[in-house]
């Protein structure tokens, strides 16, 4: 079992910027790909995006390209969303999954872990 613990969410001015964490427990760690999802009040659960066990491949949802980063580090068994530019509309619960999959999976229910969130509102 993969236990998930995301920190480094906030309060944050429209513009700023924040980077979340997510470490995981367990000895595999590297051998799973990461996702990010987020969730408003009412709205579905919707991928942010991921990473592959490696690094060296990343998807991102259309509207976070360009302002939004996925990195991992697997000697600390960490995965990092590092959030700029952030908009009102980012405004969210942010979480962290893990999936035995190889490649990046979009949908919510190909992840097998999740952390517990950490919410993000960034003000207009």
């Known amino acids: 079992q993969v236990q998930l613990v995301e920190s480094g969410g906030g309060l944050v001015q429209a513009g700023g910027s924040l980077t979340l964490a997510c470490a995981a427990s367990?000895?595999?760690?590297?051998?799973?790909?990461m996702g990010w999802f987020r969730q408003a009040p009412g709205n579905e659960r919707e991928f942010v995006g991921g990473?592959?066990?490696?690094?060296?491949?990343?998807d991102y949802k259309d509207s976070v390209k360009g302002r939004f980063t996925i990195s991992r580090n697997n000697a600390k068994n960490t995965v990092y969303l590092q959030m700029n530019s952030l908009k009102p509309e980012d405004t969210a619960a942010y979480y962290c999954?893990?999936?035995?999959?190889?490649?990046?999976?979009?949908?919510?229910?190909?992840?097998?872990?999740w952390g517990q969130g950490t919410q993000v509102t960034v003000s207009s």
């Open positions: 990473i592959s066990w490696s690094g060296g491949r990343t």
């Open positions: 367990g000895r595999t760690f590297s051998s799973y790909t």
């Open positions: 999954a893990v999936t035995r999959g190889v490649v990046v999976m979009r949908r919510w229910n190909e992840y097998e872990y």
